[in-house]
C-alpha cells in the first residue's frame, strides 16, 4: 500500500518567515496530492490540493510543489502568520484513499 | 465544517459496551468515510461508503462496524472487540470517485472509563 512520509515532525518559524514542509510517497500510481490545516480540537481543513498533471499550484500565501519523478511533494507557506499555527498533515491517493503523513506542527512565533 | 454534524463531542466506554458516533452530512456527498487519529500519528481509515447500502473495510476495520442507511448518514459503532479504542474519530465526505477532496467533520473524542 501507500506510504507517506513527512518531515519534519516540528518546525518553529519567525512571524513573517516562510515554513516549509516536506512529504515522500511510495506508490507512483498515486495521482491526487491534498493537504490539510488542523487546530486544536477540530477537524482537518483542506487547504490546498495538486493533482499529477500540475507540478505547482498556488492560493495567496500558500504553494505546493509536486516532483513525480522524485515522489515528493512540499507546502510552502510565505510571510507566516500567528493564525497559521497549527498541525498541517500531507496526503496521497490514487483512488478512494487518501494515506496520510503523521503531521507537522507549525509554530509561529511573534 | 458546518456541513458535517459529528456526535458527540466527548464519549466515554465502559468495559464490554458498544458505543455509537453519529456522522450527518448536508452536502450532498455520495461517498463518506471514517478515520481513527491516535497523538503523533497520521489518520488512518476504518470504513469508508461510495453508495447508500454499501460499505467497504479499511485498513483497520476490525472491532468496527457501520451502516449507510441514508444517503445523509453513516453511523460508527465501536464494538467491545476494539480493545484500544481511545482515540478522536472523524468522519469525512467526498465526491464517488477516486481522487475527490474530502471534507471533514470536528470529531468525536472517544475515551475508556
Known amino acids: 500500500g501507500e506510504n507517506v512520509e513527512q518531515h519534519p515532525s516540528t518546525l518553529s518559524v519567525q512571524e513573517g518567515d516562510s515554513a516549509v514542509i516536506k512529504c515522500t510517497y511510495s506508490?507512483?500510481?498515486?495521482?491526487?496530492f491534498p493537504w490539510y490545516k488542523q487546530e486544536l480540537g477540530k477537524g482537518p481543513q483542506l487547504i490546498i490540493d495538486?493533482?499529477?498533471?500540475?507540478g505547482e499550484k498556488k492560493d495567496q500565501r500558500i504553494a505546493v510543489t509536486l516532483n513525480k519523478t522524485a515522489k515528493h511533494f512540499s507546502l510552502h507557506i510565505t510571510e507566516t502568520q500567528p493564525e497559521d499555527s497549527a498541525v498541517y498533515f500531507c496526503?496521497?491517493?490514487?483512488?478512494?484513499?487518501?494515506?496520510f503523513g503523521a503531521g507537522t506542527t507549525v509554530t509561529v512565533r511573534a | 465544517d458546518g456541513g458535517i454534524t459529528q456526535s458527540p463531542k466527548y464519549l466515554f466506554r465502559k468495559e464490554g459496551q458498544n458505543v455509537t458516533l453519529s456522522c450527518e452530512q448536508n452536502?450532498?456527498?455520495?461517498?463518506m468515510y471514517w478515520y481513527r487519529q491516535d497523538p503523533g500519528q497520521g489518520l488512518r481509515l476504518i470504513y469508508y461508503?461510495?453508495?447508500?447500502?454499501?460499505?467497504q473495510k479499511g485498513d483497520i476495520a476490525e472491532g468496527y462496524s457501520v451502516s449507510r442507511e441514508k444517503k445523509e448518514s453513516f453511523p460508527l459503532t465501536v464494538t467491545s472487540a476494539q480493545k484500544n479504542p481511545t482515540a478522536f474519530y472523524l468522519c469525512?465526505?467526498?465526491?464517488?470517485?477516486?481522487?475527490?477532496?474530502?471534507?471533514f467533520g470536528d470529531g468525536t473524542r472517544l475515551s475508556i472509563l
Open positions: 496526503a496521497a491517493s490514487n483512488d478512494y484513499k487518501l494515506s
Open positions: 506508490d507512483s500510481a498515486s495521482n491526487y
Open positions: 495538486i493533482r499529477s498533471n500540475v
Open positions: 452536502l450532498n456527498h455520495d461517498a
Open positions: 461508503s461510495q453508495i447508500v447500502n454499501d460499505f
Open positions: 469525512a465526505t467526498g465526491g464517488v470517485g477516486g481522487n475527490q477532496p474530502q471534507h
